[in-house]
């Protein structure tokens, strides 16, 4: 990972150290993988490292043997011992002594390894969905681990993980919970004053190490933003509280001013450290801010943002409004002040910029500028996601086979179940935000390609690469969502999203083979599979499916699919069929009896394998689509 802050430390200490490089010279033979370059290769060793050790993280430390069975896993390894940690000075010596005398013991662990791993992979699947219980036992478990006084989940460290708040904003939606709102809400607003959010030059930083969401791993990655994003759009249709989109557009300002290539790619991430320091780019001393802004501003600054003279890190201070509030009659002078602060700021040296643009990662994106431009009505965002959506096809996609990063003129890689799964749905939230039958006519192109490459047909899954890609020790069926949803998570959700789009019944039934596949699983532990739980939602509640027979260019089109646009409305697919497209009816057949009535523009609302009565006005479509809400 190249912007990993622990990845940089054991870099600088033993790996650019002479000592520890002879002694890998001289018995190993060394290879180093970027995680995001090759999250095949990741996966299946984190699997190893969590099975062995019980826990993982980056950086990741493998030793296998010759045909790639690992024997010793570990994290993060000193120079020399330390803290409890044994060091490579000293386990590297023992491993080579190990190898030369006892060989045979190393390849039995990695064989017992190489089993578990097999076996471990195996679903039973059942015949069972999952059921509603599993969202109240995930809805429990969240209020169980919630932190009332500071948002988040646990205690330290805390990770945003926004498909979790995407689960409680659709439990509260479905079962009128407000503790899920509340819980939502309370950390989103904890996780903005926090110094996890970047006050100065906006986007949120990779975790918080501590409780209060103040101190935060600062590298920012691309995902987590857009995934962020995505969460205070949502929370901002479900409640109307302009807070919520203005911090959304803040964090899409700060993705398309830092993270967007000039070929309209959007990069992965930017690094925690600059000149060598973690964090050192976004700290402040109050002399630094007075030199900038004044005695009077700068001291005002200082005093709603926390910057003071003892500091909150290391002897300087991290912005943050955990502790006051300024008034808001004050935020346009707030705002001037900032301006003049991230000018200044942009003078220092700025961390690395991972400069990679993956797949996954900017299907992501696409998502959340497709929700952000209808939510908003803006039409940047939009712009901004077409002009990704093109990159990708003309960049990433070689061969007739989409690759998993870009960089430097060179795409590389195939692409991963992950990536697929991300651009599906990316490519859903555009037709969903434009209406263009195009974006859904690629949705189910790219969908098809994803089930010849990944699909299982003994399992009833996706495998997490392709069977054209090179073949590793196994091939997970990852259903985990962990910081980014997993592959079949994705996958479940765009099938049961396509399947009522176009009634295409094969494609209900691969959603249905899913669920199946990892009911158990899930079912055991819902709280692990927020996004899992996002796609059984939708399958497990009648949602609304919309057409919409009328042309962009009449007013009661339009005032339509804004009305609907600016609502918190989950699980409700929408279409329009306009007098001139006839490829809507090639990809959703049954649209073709759909008429306009009168000659007006017309709504037809199904729910269940039925449709009620036409609806002829965009307030009157509003309450149908709205009337079961808490009370499915």
């Known amino acids: 990972m190249s912007t990993c802050h622990w990845c940089h430390v054991m870099e600088r200490e033993s790996f650019e150290d002479d000592e520890v490089a002879r002694l890998l010279n001289q018995y190993f033979v060394s290879i180093k993988v970027d995680r995001e370059e090759r999250p095949d290769i990741d996966t299946v060793y984190m699997n190893v490292c969590q099975g062995m050790t019980g826990h993982g993280g980056w950086p990741l430390t493998i030793i296998m043997t010759p045909d790639k069975k690992p024997f010793f896993a570990s994290t993060y390894l000193p120079k020399h011992d330390r803290s409890g940690l044994a060091g490579m000075m000293s386990i590297l010596p023992r491993i080579a002594e190990i190898w030369q005398t006892d060989k045979l013991s190393c390849y039995e662990v990695g064989n017992r390894i190489n089993d578990w791993l097999k076996q471990a992979g195996t679903l039973a699947p059942s ?124 964090v899409f300002a700060y993705l398309l001013r830092e993270m967007t290539s000039a070929e309209g790619g959007f990069y992965s991430a930017q690094d925690a450290d600059s000149e060598g320091e973690e964090g050192k780019f976004y700290l402040w001393t109050p002399a630094q801010v007075v030199e900038v802004l004044g005695d009077s501003a700068g001291m005002k600054f200082c005093s709603y943002y926390g910057i003071t003279p003892q500091g909150n890190f290391e002897g300087k201070s991290i912005p943050n409004l955990l502790n006051s509030e300024f008034p808001e009659e004050e935020r346009q002078q707030i705002e001037a002040m900032r301006l003049k602060l991230f000018d200044s700021r942009s003078q220092r040296v700025a961390p690395f910029k991972d400069d990679k643009i993956l797949l996954s990662w900017n299907g992501f994106m ?103 890609s090179e073949q590793l020790l196994i091939n997970p069926r990852e259903v985990y969502d962990g910081a980014i949803p997993s592959p079949n998570s994705l996958a479940a959700r765009n099938l049961v999203w396509l399947g009522r789009l176009t009634g295409d019944q094969e494609i209900n039934r691969r959603a249905e083979m899913i669920f199946a596949a990892f009911s158990e699983q899930v079912s055991h532990n819902p709280w692990a599979h927020a996004y899992f739980l996002l796609a059984a939602m939708a399958n497990h509640y009648a949602g609304k499916d919309i057409i919409i027979r009328g042309d962009w260019h009449e007013q009661g089109t339009r005032e339509m699919i804004f009305r609907l646009n600016r609502a918190f409305v989950p699980d409700t697919t929408l279409a329009l069929k306009t007098d001139q497209d006839e490829l809507l009816s090639q990809l959703i057949p049954f649209s073709k009896a759909m008429h306009r009535v009168n000659g007006q523009v017309t709504a037809y609302v199904c729910e269940a394998f039925a449709c009620r009565e036409p609806v002829f006005s965009a307030e009157h479509l509003y309450q149908v689509v709205t009337s079961s809400q808490h009370e499915a």
């Open 127 to 250: 015949h069972d969905k999952i059921k509603a219980d599993a969202f109240d036992k995930a809805f429990q478990y969240f209020a169980h681990v919630y932190d009332p006084e500071y948002g988040g989940f646990g205690n330290a460290p805390k990770f945003p993980t926004p498909h979790n708040l995407y689960f409680l904003l659709r439990y509260w939606y479905y079962t009128g919970e407000e503790l899920a709102l509340e819980m939502v809400e309370k950390t989103l607003q904890c996780m903005y004053k926090g110094g996890i959010y970047d006050h100065i030059g906006f986007g949120f930083a990779r975790y918080s190490t501590d409780r209060f969401w103040l101190v935060p791993h600062f590298e920012k990655m691309l995902y987590d933003n857009a995934l962020l994003a995505i969460a205070f759009v949502e929370t901002y249709q479900a409640t109307g509280k302009e807070l919520y989109a203005r911090i959304a557009r803040e």
């Open 366 to 468: 696409i998502a959340a500028l497709a929700l952000g431009g209808r939510a908003f009505n803006e039409p940047l965002y939009i712009e901004k996601a077409q002009a990704a959506l093109a990159f990708m096809e003309s960049h990433m996609r070689v061969g007739g086979r989409y690759m998993l990063r870009y960089r430097d003129g060179e795409a590389a890689h195939p692409a991963l179940a992950e990536d697929y799964a991300a651009l599906v749905w990316g490519l859903l939230e555009m037709h969903r935000s434009t209406l263009k039958p195009s974006y859904l006519q690629k949705a189910l192109q790219v969908n098809a390609e994803m089930v010849n490459l990944f699909w299982d047909e003994e399992q009833y899954a996706f495998l997490y690469y392709g069977k054209d």
